[in-house]
């Protein structure tokens, strides 16, 4: 089995997080990491290898400038096989449609050297947040989705996922080659162990252009958008309300006071 | 006039409110036409529902070859629906599906995609809020046919009859579009409470609670408010995923919204830090969430949630 899984290099969620004057999304001033929402898509595609004993090839697959090796080579350290990190000038300020074109062009090269039967990827960046990129891979690749899932079973190329809706718990099952993605309830993401940090760095890890997946440099990048920002405007900061100490029942008093002075009652 | 494609969001012909938010920012855009993919027997009752909202036409697809495939036939129908009327825009609301109906039309329609919208202006200008709240953002779609995912609670419902000249349209479904399925579903027993995303107030609790969210619950039902859970809450399993507010869960921006025993961290404030008036009650006063509130309790919620309950339920005569 072979299993490309797609990380994303994203400026950490917990730091003061930025934009550009054009509009696209700093990623110099804050420090970038492998995103915590994909961690849980190289541990399901690492217990679908462990799982499945026997030949299968694990494939980290990320686009991003040159300093998101680090996200490739995490996910080297958590167990993948190859790691593969398309960079391009060109390729900074991509939207969806732009990114989800680089990495299906990237899986398709992918493809040229053996059968890709699982594309998995987590349910969102912690950037954009917008859980979109699987359902247009799926859409370029002209592969079935089986998203959101919380549990991941394969059986042969037979996969079957639980997912928790809003109005239902759901069995999805599908046929590989699939497009799947997981959330954050699918299980905590391994620590890369000592012995994987040492034998990641002997792992092959290739960094493609535009050129080697055959897309053209028009296609992508902020010109070449389906969408344009027009403004980022910071939230102002709201100001510190009153807090009061609950004394024998006066916290709930204060409380119903407030509620009743904002009139939610 | 043009017209804009909403789709409308329902539970097996029963019309949720966002649908209603969606057609009155279609009313700003063009003339709106509903699509309805669902079961037939309720075409009907769906066609009254949203020409009451303004619905001018009323596209009616039988769910029937669809069900159970998943969003990749919703959205060749609507691509197909779209080639068929050449709309100003099509609006969807954000939920996970409707999020990837819109990604698979982006693609099949060559169209810029806007996810998760707070509102649309009569120019197509679209606003979001990005970053954990912490930044509102506004755009346009530049390609093609705007697609646009909505979040709940982004406008008022207008009432004002449409024409709801209804069609009934039968999509082609590709066989590629059938290869994933649901093989079982397991319906969640309703709250009786209001929708979390859609609730006008939102009491939470996180890991403060210890697991009782009785007092929350309680809380909750004498202000008529939504319950919700901090990721805590639910991974320590006391809550389902469905509650959870947060990075990973729901995001929400109610009139209120009330914190107990949630800390604050940067993944739960994501989900409500653009909430009109936040209150939380906790027992750590260091706990970060006092930094975004209007109003704050420093006390034990087993304690204050009670008696805060009870002094409502008096007030309310």
Known sequence: MNIVVCVKYVPDSTADRQFESD????????????SELDE????????????????????????????????????????VDKG???????????????????????????QGEGPVDVVMCGMASTDASGGVVPAMLAERLDLPQVTLASVVEAQGDQVRVKRDSDTATEVIGGTMPLVLSVTDQSGEARYPSFKGIMAA?????????????????????????????ADTTARPPRTAGEIVKDEDGSGAVALAEFLAAKKFI | MSEVLVLVDHLEGAVRKPTYELLALAKRLGEPSAVYIGPAAQAGEVTEKVTKFGAEKVYVVDDAPLKGFLVAPKAEALAQLAEKSSPAAILIPSSGEGKEIGARLSIKLQSGLVTDAVDVAEDGTTTQSVFAGNFTLTGKVTKGTPIITVKPNSAAPEEGAGAGAVEEFTPTVSDAAKKAQIVAAQPRKASGRPELTEAAIVVSGGRGTGGNFEPVENLADALGAAVGASRAAVDSGW?????????????????????????????????????????????????????????????????????ATEEINKRKG
Not at chain 2, 255 to 265: D, P, R, T
Not at chain 2, 278 to 290: L, R, T
């Open chain 1, 23 to 34: 509009g696209t999304v700093d990623r110099v001033g804050v420090d970038g990491l492998l």
């Open chain 1, 84 to 110: 593969v990190l398309v960079s391009d000038e060109a390729i900074a300020g991509s939207d969806y449609a732009a990114t989800s074109l680089v990495l299906a062009k990237a899986v398709e090269k992918l």
């Open chain 2, 239 to 307: 809550m389902p995923h469905t509650f959870q507010v947060g990075q990973t869960g729901k995001t929400v921006s109610p009139q209120l919204y009330v914190a107990n025993g949630i800390s604050g961290a940067i993944q739960h404030r994501a989900g409500m830090q653009t909430s009109k008036t936040i209150v939380a009650v906790n027992k750590d006063e260091e706990a970060p969430i006092f930094e975004l509130v209007d109003f704050g309790v420093v006390g034990d919620l087993h304690k204050v949630l009670p008696a």
């Open chain 1, 40 to 79: 849980y898509a190289v541990e399901q595609a690492l217990q679908l290898k462990e799982k499945a004993g026997d030949d299968t090839t694990v494939t980290a697959l990320c686009i991003g400038p040159e300093k998101a090796v680090d996200a490739v080579r995490k996910s080297l350290q958590m167990g």
């Open chain 1, 201 to 229: 760095k002997k792992k092959p890890l290739e960094t493609w252009s535009l050129s080697d997946i055959g897309v053209d440099a028009g296609e992508v990048g902020l010109e070449a958008a389906w969408t344009a920002v």
